[in-house]
C-alpha cells in the first residue's frame, strides 16, 4: 500500500491573508510616495521627492491623484496611517502605566529596617540587667542596586546624607496627577487637531488657497469709545 501524501496533510488549513496595504509595493519610487503621504505631505512634492518628475506643480498634483486611484497605493497609504496612529496609542498607554506607577509609589519600599546596638555617650555598646546587647530599629535607603529596575524607576533623584547614604527623591505624585486628571482624550486631542490642521494647509496648497490658522485676541472697546 503506497502511502498517500495527502493523508499526512491536517485536515483544515488556515491560509494567512495579509492586510491590505502591509506588504510594501513592488515600485520602490510608489512606496516611497506612500510614505511621504502618510505623513502629510502635499501631493505635488510628494510626488517629486519619490522621484517621478513633473515640469509644473499643477501637473505634479495630477500626475499624484490619478496615482492614488491605484487600489495598492490608497491601501499602502491607508496601512501607514493606521500604523502611525497605532504607534501614537501606544506611546500614550506607556505614558498612562507610568503615570500610574508613579502615582501608586509607596517611599516605604525605598527602605530597610534593621537592628543597631544602642551606645553611651563615650561610645561603649549598653547591656541589659542580664548582659544582653541593647538594640534599636532604625531604617535606611536601600541600595539602588538592590531595586528592581521598574521601581528604581520611579526615583527622580538621589541626595547624600551626612552619612554617605544615597536618599532616593520620588516624582512629584501631586504633579503626575495632574497629568492623569486631563484624560487621555484631552491629551489626543491636540494630535487629532495638528493632523487636521496639517490636512488642512497641504489641502489649501494644492488648491491655491491661502489659509490662516493662527488666532489673534484683541481688547475689548471702552464703552465712551
Avoid at 126 to 149: F, H, I, N, Y
Amino acid at each position: 500500500m503506497q502511502d498517500n501524501p495527502q493523508a499526512l496533510l491536517p485536515k483544515a488549513q488556515l491560509s494567512v491573508v495579509p492586510l491590505p496595504g502591509s506588504r510594501p509595493l513592488s515600485n520602490t519610487r510608489h512606496e516611497h510616495y506612500s510614505r511621504l503621504r502618510s505623513l502629510l505631505c502635499p501631493k505635488g512634492r510628494a510626488l517629486r521627492e519619490a522621484g517621478m518628475r513633473a515640469v509644473k506643480n499643477h501637473d505634479a498634483v495630477s500626475n499624484a491623484t490619478r496615482l492614488e486611484r491605484r487600489q495598492d497605493v490608497r491601501d499602502r497609504i491607508a496601512y501607514l496611517v493606521r500604523q502611525e496612529e497605532e504607534v501614537l496609542a501606544e506611546k500614550r498607554k506607556r505614558i498612562e502605566e507610568r503615570l500610574w506607577a508613579i502615582h501608586e509609589a509607596d517611599i516605604g519600599d525605598f527602605f530597610e529596617r534593621y537592628d543597631k546596638e544602642v551606645t553611651d555617650k563615650n561610645g561603649n555598646i549598653e547591656t541589659d540587667e542580664k548582659g544582653a546587647v541593647l538594640r534599636q530599629a532604625c531604617e535606611r535607603p536601600k541600595l539602588l542596586a538592590d531595586l528592581s529596575p521598574e521601581t528604581a524607576k520611579l526615583i527622580e533623584d538621589v541626595s547624600v546624607d551626612s552619612r554617605g547614604r544615597l536618599i532616593p527623591k520620588l516624582y512629584s505624585k501631586l504633579k503626575h496627577a495632574q497629568y492623569q486628571r486631563q484624560g487621555s482624550t484631552a491629551r489626543c486631542q491636540p494630535i487629532i487637531r495638528c493632523r487636521a490642521d496639517l490636512h488642512a494647509r497641504a489641502a489649501s496648497r494644492e488648491l491655491g488657497i491661502s489659509i490662516d490658522l493662527n488666532y489673534t485676541f484683541h481688547q475689548p472697546k471702552k464703552a465712551d469709545e
